[in-house]
């Protein structure tokens, strides 16, 4: 029968500029190729290759460093024209190819969605080419922003894999998010969301989501102490350092962090909030005894790791957090560190893996408590136990399996 010829239509967040669970998926697909007989042979193999479709969203940009360096970014990206592409460039994986078509920064009026969905239908159209006899094309999206697009691509069919609750995140045009998240629900083929809580968010709107949540690469966050080199911002205390690594927002808790803060340096230590920052409360920078050294190369986070003393999710306990299902919950726990977190309807099961807290004060004791006895033996094993098959291969293998079920048709749930 042969090998599937499958070409992805991927649109999420910027290729590269920070390791999101559909790129994981994605280069795991690419690098796997699913093979269910190992011949190619049976007609359930297949081979990828994907189209990334960089795009903008809804957050009107200010003049903060970051924001200029992105819309410097996306400029660049614009300049060679709608079908600007680019294959075989420098850390992207064989069967990539990444596009930026141009984009106007907002969907509030009609022209606006109009001219968003005409300028992405002409460079994805362009960029695809005809088709390969018995290729099968899926367009897999993680954002609402696509709505427009559905049934105006050559596309055999659409995938939306629901990764956040974007009406809800800090910034942006929420009324914009929720519309055309209920319109392109209603308008895909298939759902598959990453938590319960967005599962049951799905449910709402009408339609069924099946259930596949975050893998890990366990292997990458495997460091030793001694074999990492600290970087030259790290600093030199002789007290416990605390460390978050994500996104610095207003999903963060100022105050959980001031005490946090106030409670390390009593002790001679540290709090460190790294990566890119996104409009966080100012209050953040006004904290003693944190440091905000701003993204970091997803490479150096296991050596991070190995040199905190404890890591750390001080979440605001608010409408966004409650539906997001942080990716860097596994890959603390793929660590060899303690991970202390707040409860969460994300973190509220994994309590045998790591220390889950509801309030402020109990946080600050429990990190300290933690930065100096390490992690227990229950807590590893536990972690070694959960984490086991929850590989990005494992997950690319059920994504996979999921678009074999017939369009229209409810997705059926994987943990």
Sequence with gaps: MGRRAIRLVVFSDDWGRHPSSCQHLVRALLDTNY??????????CRSYRALWVNTIGTRRPGLSLADLS??????RGWAGGPNWSQADGAGLPEGLTVINPKMWPGFRRPSQRWFNAQSIEGAVQGALGPRVEGEERIALTTLPITADL?????VDRWVYYCVDDFSVWPGLDGGVMQSMERELVASVDQVVAVSQTLQARIARMGKT?????????VGHWACRYDCVDRPDWWPDVTGPVALFWGLIDRRLDVQWCRALSESLGRQGGRL???GPEQDPDAALHGLESTVLPGAVPYAELPGMAALADVLVMPYADAAVTRAMQPLKLK?????????????????????DSCD???????????CLARARSGLTPTQRLARERRLGGESWSEKSRQMAELWTEPVNTPMKSVA
Excluded: N, Q
């Excluded at 259930?211 to 690469?217: E, F, Q």
């Design 150 to 154: 559905v049934g105006r691509l050559d």
């Design 70 to 75: 992105r819309a410097a970014g996306k400029l």
């Design 331 to 351: 890959e603390y726990l793929a660590t060899d560190r303690p991970v202390v977190v707040r409860d969460l309807p994300a973190t509220s099961g994994w309590g």
């Design 356 to 366: 889950v807290v509801g309030g402020g004060e109990e946080f600050a004791r429990v």
């Design 272 to 274: 460190i909030l790294a």
């Design 35 to 44: 093979s269910c007989c190992g011949s190619g042979e049976c007609g359930s």
């Design 209 to 217: 989501a099946g259930l596949m949540t975050h893998g890990i690469d």
